[in-house]
């Protein structure tokens, strides 16, 4: 179980994925891995990254498409870490200083003190977590509440029509009285901004 992490990191963070090449070790301590993707305009406020491997990019096609299922979600995060860091060298490199396998923090924080339980609101088909809006269809939301634990994709932009543009996917488990969501992306034209066990929600509808 990767406690030292939990030093460094709570349940609810935010954390931008990177796709990565080459990875090298710093004098000092930490590492420093090349960013193959996305470029993002400007630093992201989160100081967390999942880093994934350029070469499981297949990953986010499979993902816009509706293919990936839950044990494929989590091979893909046991490949991936999570670590605190920051972008340099004109955001060419992403310089860790902890980093630990993230499928690792989730599995271990399923079991801790749940994370704000908020209500769904049915009139815009959306949650209303602190950084603002985060829409879920009905339908989505409904499969959540019936199946004992899934990944799916919550959202799709109506007016981008398409998942690569604008879109969520969420991993959600059954914790008693409550939808736990583990896991969420959110896709803003490539750029995935992932949140650990960031809220739950109610298994039966009021």
């Not at 990875?23 to 993707?37: K, T, W």
């Not at 070469?55 to 046991?78: C, N």
């Not at 919550?154 to 583990?182: M, Q």
Request: net charge negative; charged share 20%.
């Amino acid at each position: 179980m990767p406690r030292a992490a939990l030093t460094w990191i709570e349940p609810g963070a935010s954390a931008t994925l990177i796709w990565h090449g080459a990875a090298a070790s710093q004098p000092g301590g930490g590492r420093l891995y090349v960013v193959s993707g996305p470029m993002l305009e400007q630093p992201p406020a989160s100081p967390y990254f999942i880093l994934a491997a350029e070469e499981d990019g297949d990953f986010a096609a499979r993902l816009y498409r509706g293919q990936v299922t839950l044990p494929e979600l989590r091979a893909f995060l046991s490949r991936c870490r999570i670590t605190r860091g920051a972008l340099v060298d004109d955001q060419q490199y992403v310089a860790t200083a902890e980093e630990v396998p993230v499928l690792a923090v989730l599995d271990d924080w399923r079991e801790r003190p749940g994370p704000p339980a908020l209500p769904y609101l049915d009139d815009i088909g959306a949650f209303m977590p602190a950084s603002g809006p985060l829409y879920v269809t009905a339908e989505a939301h409904a499969a959540a509440q019936r199946e004992p634990e899934q990944f799916s994709t919550a959202w799709v932009c109506d007016e981008c029509g398409e998942a690569e543009d604008a879109a969520v996917f969420f991993w959600t488990a059954h914790r008693g009285p409550l939808v736990r969501v583990c896991f969420l992306i959110h896709n803003d034209v490539g750029v995935w901004t992932c949140r650990l066990h960031p809220f739950e929600f109610a298994k039966e509808t009021a």
